[in-house]
C-alpha cells in the first residue's frame, strides 16, 4: 500500500520551542489530516486540510497542504508539557476508494 | 469524546481463540474504518465499509473478517488468534465518501493481548 515518509521520527525539545515535522507521499492526495495519540488512546484529530497550497491554523498548531499535493507539515509553536505524544500525519487520494493512508509518526517529548 | 465508540476496551485470550470486536461509528457517518496499531507502531489499515458494502482492503489477514450491519455499526472478527495478534484495533468512522470527503475520527480503540 501507499506508504506515507514522516519526520522527524522523534523529537526532544525544551518547552517554549517551536516544533515542525512534515509528511511526504509518492502519490497525490486530495486531504491531509493531522492527528495527536496519547499512550493508550485513540488518534485524535488536530487539522483538516483540503486543498493544495491552504495553511490552516489550531490555536498554537499550524499545519499546510503542501502546493504538490504531496507533502504536509505541521507547525507546533510556543510548546507545552501537554503537546507530549505522538503526531501522526494521514493522506486520503479518491481512486482508492478514499482509504486514508498514515504516517509512521513523529514522537514528541517536551522537557519543562 | 469523538463520538465513535468501541467495545470492549480490553479482551485478554488464548491462541486459537475467536474474538469479535464492536463499532459504533458517530451519528449519521456512513464510513467505518477498522486499523491494527501494534506495540509503537503505526496504524495499519484494514478494511473499509460504506453504508454496509465493502469498499477497500488493506493489509487484513484471511483469518480476520469484518463487515457493517444495517444500522451502520460495524464488528470486526478475529479467529485463530496468533501472539502476533495482540495490537490496538481501531475503528474510525468518516461523514462521507466520494470526492471531496470529510475528516476521519477514531474510537478509543480495543485492546487485544493474546496470550
Same mark, same amino acid.
Given at each position: 500500500?501507499?506508504?506515507l515518509?514522516?519526520s522527524p521520527?522523534?523529537?526532544?525539545i525544551?518547552?517554549?520551542?517551536?516544533?515542525?515535522m512534515?509528511?511526504?507521499s509518492?502519490?497525490?492526495?486530495?486531504?491531509?489530516?493531522?492527528?495527536?495519540?496519547?499512550?493508550?488512546?485513540?488518534?485524535?484529530?488536530?487539522?483538516?486540510?483540503?486543498k493544495?497550497?491552504?495553511?490552516?491554523?489550531?490555536?498554537?498548531?499550524?499545519?499546510?497542504?503542501?502546493?504538490?499535493?504531496?507533502?504536509?507539515f505541521?507547525?507546533?509553536?510556543?510548546?507545552?508539557?501537554?503537546?507530549?505524544?505522538?503526531?501522526?500525519?494521514?493522506?486520503?487520494?479518491?481512486?482508492t476508494g478514499?482509504?486514508?493512508?498514515?504516517?509512521?509518526?513523529?514522537?514528541?517529548?517536551?522537557?519543562? | 469524546?469523538?463520538?465513535?465508540?468501541?467495545?470492549?476496551?480490553?479482551?485478554?485470550?488464548?491462541?486459537?481463540?475467536?474474538?469479535?470486536l464492536?463499532?459504533s461509528?458517530?451519528?449519521? =457517518? +456512513?464510513?467505518?474504518y477498522?486499523?491494527?496499531q &501494534? $506495540?509503537?507502531? *503505526?496504524l495499519?489499515? /484494514?478494511?473499509?465499509?460504506?453504508?454496509?458494502?465493502?469498499?477497500?482492503k488493506?493489509?487484513?489477514?484471511?483469518?480476520?473478517?469484518?463487515?457493517?450491519?444495517? =444500522? +451502520?455499526h460495524s464488528?470486526?472478527?478475529?479467529? &485463530? $488468534?496468533?501472539? *502476533?495478534?495482540?495490537? /490496538?484495533y481501531?475503528?474510525?468512522?468518516?461523514?462521507?465518501?466520494g470526492?471531496?470527503?470529510g475528516?476521519?475520527?477514531?474510537?478509543?480503540?480495543?485492546?487485544?493481548?493474546?496470550?
Open positions: 500500500g501507499q506508504q515518509n514522516q521520527q522523534s523529537m526532544f525544551q518547552e517554549g520551542e517551536d516544533v515542525s512534515n509528511c511526504t509518492s502519490s497525490i492526495f486530495n486531504t491531509w489530516l493531522w492527528y495527536k495519540q496519547d499512550p493508550g488512546e485513540g488518534p485524535v484529530l488536530l487539522i483538516a486540510l483540503y493544495a497550497g491552504e495553511l490552516t491554523s489550531n490555536g498554537r498548531l499550524t499545519a499546510q497542504f503542501g502546493i504538490t499535493r504531496k507533502d504536509s505541521l507547525n507546533i509553536s510556543a510548546s507545552i508539557p501537554s503537546d507530549v505524544g505522538i503526531y501522526f500525519c494521514a493522506g486520503q487520494e479518491t481512486n478514499n482509504q486514508f493512508y498514515f504516517g509512521t509518526g513523529t514522537s514528541l517529548t517536551v522537557i519543562p | 469524546d469523538s463520538g465513535v465508540t468501541q467495545t470492549p476496551k480490553h479482551l485478554i485470550t488464548a491462541t486459537g481463540q475467536r474474538v469479535t464492536r463499532c461509528p458517530r451519528s449519521g =457517518d +456512513l464510513s467505518v477498522w486499523y491494527q &501494534s $506495540l509503537d507502531q *503505526g495499519q489499515f /484494514l478494511i473499509q465499509y460504506y453504508n454496509g458494502e465493502e469498499r477497500a488493506g493489509n487484513i489477514l484471511e483469518r480476520f473478517s469484518a463487515q457493517q450491519f444495517p =444500522d +451502520l464488528e470486526l472478527n478475529l479467529s &485463530s $488468534l496468533e501472539l *502476533g495478534d495482540s495490537a /490496538l481501531f475503528c474510525a468512522s468518516s461523514p462521507r465518501v470526492g471531496y470527503t475528516e476521519l475520527f477514531f474510537g478509543e480503540g480495543s485492546r487485544l493481548t493474546v496470550l
